[in-house]
């Protein structure tokens, strides 16, 4: 009996040190896997030669998951959600800083690190509408000569939920909810996303677009007829203007990622103002936060020549849900 008692014992050993071995060879192999992944919201275009560059200085190995035009970051967001016992990604780029704020308090990903912006603009097709008639603020858009001639993106998704979901910060709920209406009721266009909405403008389907600064200078890049205005800049006799809601790009390592090391190093990468200027003379001409002195090309804004919508996105992150729950009423389809 004392044999196979001892027999037991030392089978019993071996296999935990053999777990034992198991678990450090595994964690030893996660720390020099030499690569990272990274779900992205950034659209695929902006963001790959970016990450590439990352790959060529570091020589760590990028592996990269995109969201889709229509959910924009929705999709990413609910995926690491679903992940959050047994995260995929190391890192998460988002250009939609409410959500981000949302998967922080949730404990999905480290507190959001945010960094070069887009502006939420108003732009017109110049062949069918004269600079001095342009709308100059979100509230122009429910002017009866503006009716069915104004096209959006949905907004359950993307940055126009963000807006949405700042307006009812902004305003509170009963004016955001009827600032909607009016549009509603002004038959405002409704599309899958601010790319869309923006390019109904270009070919003339809509006079004018609530849109994000990217898509408008993606389409100025290419000859067509579009003009920007950034909104509500100047007080008017409505009162004080709320200026225009700039959306950050942020930047978290995940919560429980496999790979520390290598997602730090890719977080520090993309909070830079070396990577701001790169997205500043992009395609998306993008707006730095970083600093001053970030360069910027002609024709971009820098934040402090702009009016712009002071909110709390931590305050917006917490209001998505009920100005969500609102909008899907208003604008079922």
Known sequence: MARTFRFTTTRTIATALFAALSVMLSACSQRES??????????????????????????????????SEAVKTVGLVNRLRAESRNPQADVFWNNEAARSFQLHTEGVIDRPRPFAARARVLVYNTNLVQPGE??????????????????????????????????FVVFGDDRARAFFQLLKDNDVRIYEGNSTACEQVTQGHCAIGMTDTDDFWERRARGSPIEMVYPDQADTDRGSAIGCLVIPNTVSAVTGGRNTNEARRLVEY??????????????????PLLGADVPVPNGVKRSSELRVMEVDYAKVAETLPQSAEFLSRLFQR
């Open 270 to 287: 993309l909070h830079s103002r070396r990577v701001e200027e790169k997205l500043a003379f992009g395609p998306s001409r993008q707006i």
């Open 134 to 167: 342009a709308p100059r603020s979100i509230f122009d858009l429910a002017d009866p000569k503006w009716r069915g001639k104004t096209g959006m993106a949905y907004p359950l998704f993307g940055t126009t939920a963000t807006h949405a979901a700042a307006l």
């Open 34 to 67: 030499n690569e990272v992944v990274i779900y992205c919201s950034v659209d695929q275009m902006h963001s790959s030669p970016i990450l590439a560059e990352f790959e060529r200085e570091t020589g760590i190995r990028v592996k990269a998951v995109y969201d």
